[in-house]
């Protein structure tokens, strides 16, 4: 991981910009809305994969901030929506694509279900993922003598 | 299936908040099937997408707009290995990939 921040540092302009998004592990709401309503019905559990990847992201990243390759300019965070018409098609799609990151335990199914079960005909299940976007901005000047004696050693 | 990700576009109001990609030449790294790739290529001067997710890629390059032929381009390349030369891009993204 460490590596490739080195090889994206390498392919940048001198006054290049790194922009990194990704979804981060924070037990995500589960929400059944319609145009009328809203209600959270509970919240995924965070399973291994998905903790131990923010973390090996969070240490790459730290460790390239230490090197100086890149200085962090701003960071947000913000929603991103995966939106089903259904319940049950939520859980299909958890089980199938998120089987490794992101658990939904029995009783947020069970709430989750009778609340779009008597809502409103528009309503929508959905999840309200955490995502940060960070921008990074290329360190030309202060780190070329250490860059490269890195590019040597590693 | 009905499954809409980010009905709402945050992920583009987010990332054109925090870059202008007017006129600049993107690498995306994990661009997968293009799906965030299509929210700014038309801005840019130029974009690679990479990822090791061959059938993925092939999405892309089927979904590719017409007037994007030439703007855009896809590659099976890891990001540890860049087959480019130094500073060759103004921007990198890295797409739920890090």
């Known amino acids: 991981m460490v590596h490739a921040l080195d090889e994206i540092w390498r392919v940048l302009t001198s006054n290049g910009v790194l922009i990194d998004i990704r979804p981060l592990a924070d037990r995500w709401p589960v929400e059944v809305v319609s145009t009328r309503s809203f209600k959270e019905t509970g919240r995924l559990v965070d399973l291994a994969e998905q903790v131990n990847a923010d973390e090996a992201s969070d240490k790459a990243l730290k460790e390239m901030e230490l090197h100086g390759w890149f200085i962090r300019e701003q960071e947000e965070f913000f929603p991103f929506f995966y939106s089903w018409d259904t319940s049950s098609e939520m859980e299909e799609f958890i089980a199938e694509e998120w089987a490794d990151f992101a658990g939904l335990s029995d009783n947020v199914k069970q709430t989750t279900r009778s609340a779009w079960a008597i809502s409103d005909a528009d309503s929508r299940v959905r999840v309200r993922v955490k995502m940060l976007i960070t921008r990074w901005k290329k360190n030309q000047q202060e780190t070329m003598n250490e860059h490269r004696h890195h590019r040597r050693t590693s | ?98």
């Open chain 2, 1 to 98: 299936m009905t499954l809409q990700k980010d009905p709402e576009r945050n992920e583009t109001k987010y990332l054109h908040k925090l870059v202008d990609f007017k006129g600049k030449r993107i690498l995306e790294i994990g661009c997968g099937e293009g799906r965030l790739t299509w929210r700014y290529a038309k801005e840019a001067q130029t974009t690679i997408g990479i990822d090791m997710d061959i059938n993925a890629l092939r999405i892309a390059m089927v979904d590719r707009p017409f007037d994007l032929e030439n703007k855009v381009s896809f590659s099976a390349t890891e990001a540890q290995y860049l087959p480019f030369s130094k500073e060759t891009f103004d921007i990198a993204v890295l797409a739920w990939s890090l």
